[in-house]
């Protein structure tokens, strides 16, 4: 067996080598587990919770670390500037994924088992939130204030002690 292959949650199929198999914890344990297996050759995987457009950035992801470890992470993000502190690669990478895929991906990258990614794609979030303040956090998710008047007005005094 020189692949697996992965089912998305819409039924696309696709292939992954078994060394980038092996970045994802969840996929080595599977792995695993069909050792015994007397048919090992057509491994299929399916994954009910992760969409075919976030199975291929996992892929692509994996793909690239298989041969390498990824850069640790800063934490906290040292800055909003994503490239003063990434890879390249890295950079690149997780820019091209839109705010609302990011979170998908962190999900599936949790499920899987694979902590450089789902490092990754928190830290895209940390910097688009960091110096950021809650209106601004809540326009950006379309999200209502959930405090009563009072509430905002005891907040409003705590900010300027």
Sequence with gaps: MDSITLISADNHKIKLDLKSAQ????????????VGRKNK???EIQLKDIKYDILKLIVEYLNYYKNKTPKEIPKPVPSESLNAFLDDWDYEFINKIDLDNIFDLMNAASNLGIQGLLDLASTKVASILKNKGIEDIRNMFNGGCDLSQKELNEYAQ????
Excluded: A, I, V
Aim: hydrophobic letters at 35%; charged letters at 25%; a positive charge.
């Design 158 to 161: 705590l900010e300027n002690l």
């Design 23 to 34: 970045k994802s914890s969840m996929l080595k344990q599977k792995l695993l587990d069909t």
């Design 41 to 43: 050759t057509n491994l």
